[in-house]
């Protein structure tokens, strides 16, 4: 886990540097780390990889970031229905 102090050095230095290339106050770097943790949910990382990957102590904190994707829905739908079929319901 990172300190406080390196972690807030790094998002103050994420903001300076986005703020030199025009983008938006109201991208975070939160928001990248959800799109990171998002992206990897579409791949079939599985939550540890996730969680690993982000630096998380806890999966919990892990799956909170990775948003579901339309793509996800339909994936899951689409095997809830094949389950479904071979288990003659």
């Not at 904190?61 to 288990?87: C, D, H, I, N």
Request: proline content about 1%; hydrophobic content about 35%; aromatic content about 6%.
């Amino acid at each position: 886990m990172l300190s406080r102090e390196l972690r807030w050095t790094f998002g103050h230095n994420f903001r300076q540097v986005a703020d030199a290339a025009g983008i938006s106050k109201t991208l975070q770097f939160r928001d990248l780390r959800a799109t990171a943790q998002t992206e990897l949910a579409n791949t079939g990382s599985s939550i540890l990889e996730m969680r690993t990957h982000s630096g998380h102590a806890t999966v919990v904190m892990a799956a909170r970031y990775a948003r579901p994707t339309v793509e996800q829905f339909k994936q899951g739908a689409l095997r809830e229905l094949q389950e479904r079929k071979r288990s003659g319901e």
